[in-house]
Structure formats: C-alpha cells, structure tokens
C-alpha cells in the first residue's frame, strides 16, 4: 500500500543544508540501503536494464521520521510491505547519484556501498557497454550489504548473455538463467540422492 508519492518537481531531490543531509546519512547508516538491481530486457542495446534505488525502513507505525526525509529531499515514495515494515523507496540515476553524492561525506558504516553505487553510475554515464562492470560492482554491493536472497542477474548471467549474444543461439538473458538454475538443481538432485547411501555406511546422524 503506498502512502505518500512524490515524485514530480523536482525530479532529482532536493539540495538539502549540511545539518539535514547528516542526519539523513545517519538514518541511512542505521535503516538504509542502496543497491543497483538488474533486470532483462529485450530491447535494451545490452540485454539488461539498470536501476538504481535508495531505500530507508522503519517499524510500520513508527515510520514518522520516513515522512520527514521525504518531505525533506521531496522525493520518493512511502509504501507498506507486508512483513511490518514501512519503507521509503527513491529510484533513478541522478535521483540516487544528488542524494548519494550529499550524503557521502556524513555516510561512516556503509560509505563503500554508496561510493561503488556512484562508481556504478559515473560507468553508466560514460557508456551502457560497460555493463558488466556495474553487474560487477552490484554484485560487490550485495556481498556488503549481506544480501540472503540469492540475486537472479549476477555478472556471470551478464557475462554468459554477452559471450553469447551475437551467435543464434540465444539473444535473451532469461533462458541463460534458466540453465544456471538448471545446473543447481542437478547438483541438488545428486545430494539428495546421496544421502541414504551415506547413511547406510555409518555416516550422518548417529
């Protein structure tokens, strides 16, 4: 359910003063993430398009304070998930690079996540071919921000996509996805199948 949208004037977010930009970088510390997720598309020149996104969640009804930095960088919108938590979602290149880059000096715990995102973007302005570097550092970014859920376009779906491109046989990521996940489910297959052949020779719960 979103709450609160705002996403029209100005498009970038505001300049905000020091003092709130440090107190928005501390939030962002404590209850904030930033990520760079990708996600296949046929018609992008190289298979997959980007998006960048700052996020900061609260408890759902104590998530004032997300109000406050929408209200403040007008920007963004707030939405409740269905686990309890409330979150304030701001998405786009130069939304994320104004308030990645007025935050970065206050950020002190997850400053090499927001410096690999600004790397991520400087790359992407210079050239969409350099879209195995930002799968690259998207995946460095999840290893940071201690990500559980497994990421469906790493930079090895990206490379595999990209040796494979100009050949007949495939010009869409998604079936290169489809025999990763393939290989996994081998592999799990054959543990399982091992199990009881280990348990019959002594091993495994005694």
Avoid: C
């Amino acid at each position: 359910m979103v709450l609160y949208k705002y996403r029209t004037i100005p498009r970038e977010g505001l300049f905000v003063n020091k003092f709130v930009a440090a107190y928005i970088a501390g939030f962002f510390d404590g209850d904030g993430s930033v990520r760079l997720q990708l996600q296949p598309r046929k018609n992008a020149k190289q298979g997959f398009r980007v998006r960048a996104i700052i996020s900061f969640a609260q408890k759902t009804g104590h998530h004032q304070e997300l109000g406050w930095i929408r209200k403040r960088l007008e920007i963004g919108y707030i939405y409740t998930r269905n686990d309890g938590i409330t979150e304030l979602k701001i998405e786009g290149f130069k939304q994320v690079e104004n308030i990645l880059s007025q935050m970065l000096p206050y950020i002190r715990f997850k400053k090499k996540q927001a410096k690999l995102v600004l790397k991520a973007l400087a790359f992407l302005k210079d050239s969409s071919e350099n879209i195995l570097e930002v799968a690259k550092i998207s995946d460095r970014i999840s290893q940071l921000n201690y990500v559980t859920v497994k990421k469906r376009y790493t930079s090895k779906i990206v490379k595999e996509y990209l040796s494979q491109r100009h050949t007949p046989v495939t010009t869409d990521p998604i079936p290169i996805l489809v025999k990763e996940r393939s290989k996994i489910s081998v592999k799990e297959n054959l543990l399982n199948n091992a199990s009881p052949r280990r348990k019959s020779r002594g091993e495994g719960i005694v």
